[in-house]
């Protein structure tokens, strides 16, 4: 990648995160309803799209997942974009690895809504097949989580990796 665009792509990263510190975005209600929620699906061992899906050890919280999360919830909550790119052309492997996330595997799952709770976010995550199947992977023992309240609606955002 282009050293320009790199560097294009950091500052627009520094600036959300700039905003958020300041106070732009709104962090809102339960995150940890988030967490609950999946965790209670993997317990379960649920089907997604018609395939079962094994059960699987609870994810564990990470403060680095939640702050990739965080700035993708900022910007989704901001822009009103329902994106997995973010601000200055970011991708949810770079925010991760800006934020301090190491494995070797990782998603982002995403939800733009204005007026969901925490545990309809999952309910919509389950009922769409790639967002079951990543919450539900076995290979994923950690995450981070985010809801921001912005002038676009309510972003939920969950960092996934192993």
């Not at 973010?86 to 492997?93: D, F, Q």
Request: with cysteine; charged share 10%.
């Amino acid at each position: 990648m282009p050293a320009a665009k790199v560097s294009g792509m950091r500052k627009g990263l520094w600036g959300l995160l700039a905003l958020t510190w300041l106070g732009q975005a709104q962090a809102v209600g339960s995150e940890s309803a988030l967490l609950s929620g999946v965790n209670a699906l993997r317990a379960q061992g649920i089907r997604c799209a018609g395939t079962p899906r094994p059960r699987s050890a609870p994810l564990t919280f990470m403060s680095a997942q939640a702050a990739a999360a965080r700035v993708q919830a900022s910007y989704m909550a901001q822009t009103g974009r329902i994106s997995h790119t973010g601000a200055g052309g970011t991708s949810p492997r770079v925010r991760a690895a800006s934020a301090g996330v190491r494995g070797s595997s990782m998603s982002e799952i995403i939800y733009l809504s204005p007026g969901l709770n925490a545990q309809q976010a999952v309910n919509w995550w389950r009922n769409s097949a790639v967002h079951c199947f990543a919450m539900t992977d076995p290979r994923y023992t950690k995450a981070g989580m985010s809801i921001v309240r912005g002038a676009r609606g309510t972003a939920y955002v969950m960092v996934l990796s192993n």
